[in-house]
T-cell receptor, first 109, second 113 residues
Framework: GQNIDQPTEMTATEGAIVQINCTYQ??????LFWYQQHAGEAPTFLSYNVLDGLEEKGRFSSFLSRSKGYSYLLLKELQMKDSASYLCAPLDSNYQLIWGAGTKLIIKP | DGGITQSPKYLFRKEGQNVTLSCEQNLNHDAMYWYRQDPGQGLRLIYY???????QKGDIAEGYSVSREKKESFPLTVTSAQKNPTAFYLCASSGTGDYNEQFFGPGTRLTVL
């Protein structure tokens, strides 16, 4: 079956760095998305990885290892507005997004 | 501005009533999706459509129905057969190539009284 595993909740301090891990098992693989979702709002796109390695975009970076079925999202210089849920979503062989339950990130001053 | 609109933002219905949630996009996307999200949970796919006049069941289609008569519109009807309809409903659209970033509407929060 298809499965996504992310930590349920993480806490970090403003200004620090946090890494949110995601492991996945899917029927085929055609890339992996990370989305951010603030409480009560719609998810918004953060990053997309299709090849192994690190993709950097400002304070956010995303890493992919296809052989390990593993990805992480790295958030630097944390701000209070980064408090949100972070959703890992690989694309399966049918190009359908498989959604994880998300990691709720709590930022403390 | 291009985007996806959903209406209404909040919806209340009495048990036993059908209700239709609107979703419109002007991104010229072929594919559209409906998701349900319960508190503290991930997104679960209800229905999706990759082309006009065609749609497929997702993981939790029971108690829901959709239509895709126009490329821009993909309304979702929550029927009285849906046993636990109170949830946050999200509509999304995407292209149908290799890169399928999904763009989301603001969502409709449905409460059954």
């Amino acid at each position: 079956g298809q499965n996504i595993d992310q930590p349920t909740e993480m806490t970090a301090t403003e200004g620090a760095i946090v890494q949110i891990n995601c492991t996945y098992q899917t029927s085929g693989f055609n890339g992996l998305f990370w989305y951010q979702q603030h409480a009560g709002e719609a998810p918004t796109f953060l990053s997309y990885n299709v090849l192994d390695g690190l993709e950097e975009k400002g304070r956010f970076s995303s890493f992919l290892s296809r052989s390990k079925g593993y990805s992480y999202l790295l958030l630097k210089e944390l701000q209070m507005k980064d408090s949100a849920s972070y959703l890992c979503a690989p694309l399966d062989s049918n190009y359908q997004l498989i959604w994880g339950a998300g990691t709720k990130l709590i930022i403390k001053p | 501005d291009g985007g996806i609109t959903q209406s209404p933002k909040y919806l209340f219905r009495k048990e036993g009533q059908n209700v239709t949630l609107s979703c419109e996009q002007n991104l010229n996307h072929d594919a559209m999706y409906w998701y349900r999200q319960d508190p503290g949970q991930g997104l679960r796919l209800i229905y999706y459509s990759q082309i006009v006049n065609d749609f497929q069941k997702g993981d939790i289609a029971e108690g829901y129905s959709v239509s895709r008569e126009k490329k821009e519109s993909f309304p979702l009807t929550v029927t009285s057969a849906q046993k636990n309809p109170t949830a946050f409903y999200l509509c999304a659209s995407s292209g149908t190539g290799d890169y399928n970033e999904q763009f989301f509407g603001p969502g409709t929060r449905l409460t059954v009284l």
